[in-house]
């Protein structure tokens, strides 16, 4: 997941997918706030809402290695929902974030191995 609101503002993370269902754990990433880098050391992405399995609603709460928190929220505008590897299913799509009281454009990406791709049809 990435967003980009200025030159001075923007993001990005790597998740993995947890335990808990529906949540994700941040891997790594950083977070450029008033044009000073910080490496993203904890967090979680949730999917608030899906529909016919891709994610519609996004939220992201992560930490960086300089005690600042980013609590992102995102509206998806378009998914693709792609087959490009054997066996995996992967959806890009852009998508609207808002954080820190601004607007910034960017993606989340997802990728499922083919055994739950039914479970995504809700």
Known sequence: MWAIASPDSHWHVITIA???????????????????????IRGERR????????????VLDAED???RT??????VRTALRWFGWPGRLAFWTLTDWRWDGLRG??????????EQ??????
């Open 18 to 40: 947890s335990e808990k269902p529906g949540v994700d754990t941040v891997m790594n990433g950083y977070l450029v706030r008033d044009g000073e880098l910080g490496e993203l």
């Open 47 to 58: 999917v608030l809402e899906r529909r016919r399995g891709a994610p519609v609603r996004v």
């Open 105 to 114: 454009w960017g993606e989340d990406q997802e990728f499922f191995p083919r």
């Open 65 to 67: 290695d300089r005690g």
């Open 117 to 122: 791709v039914r479970s995504l049809r809700s």
């Open 70 to 75: 980013l609590h992102a929220e995102g509206d």
